[in-house]
Nanobody, 125 residues
Framework: QVTLVESGGGLVQAGGSLRLSCAASSGPRFSTYNMGWFRQAPGKERLFIAAINYDGTNTAYADSVKGRFTISRDNVKNTVYLQMNSLKPEDTAVYYC?????????????????WGQGTQVTVSS
């Protein structure tokens, strides 16, 4: 299992941007993981946001963020990113990074073999 650590959350005004990072602890195995981002608002369930396959050739997004968020990865740095533009107050949530090792069970809604601890994103109106 990889250990995942998110960073980059914070407070931003509506219309602003943030870039989240998720660093994986292990080396060779990271490049075999499908990776994704989820978010959970207070009192609500955790929802899928975006996913990227192991080599970065395939991505998927929830309709709520399509066109505003971009997921990417750097398998040399063992890091996956979530660029968030045109942020809205309804994007306020704790954002979690997740990873699925092979054999992959689901796509794009990852099953989550590994999870990060989460990073808070707050968008003010």
């Amino acid at each position: 299992q990889v250990t995942l650590v998110e960073s980059g959350g914070g407070l931003v005004q509506a219309g602003g941007s943030l870039r989240l990072s998720c660093a994986a602890s292990s080396g060779p195995r990271f490049s075999t993981y499908n990776m994704g981002w989820f978010r959970q608002a207070p009192g609500k369930e955790r929802l899928f946001i975006a996913a990227i396959n192991y080599d970065g050739t395939n991505t998927a997004y929830a309709d709520s963020v399509k066109g505003r968020f971009t997921i990417s990865r750097d398998n040399v740095k063992n890091t996956v990113y979530l660029q968030m533009n045109s942020l809205k107050p309804e994007d306020t949530a704790v954002y979690y990074c997740a990873g699925d090792r092979p054999p992959y069970k689901t796509w794009p809604h990852l099953s989550g073999d590994s999870w990060g601890q989460g990073t808070q994103v707050t968008v003010s109106s």
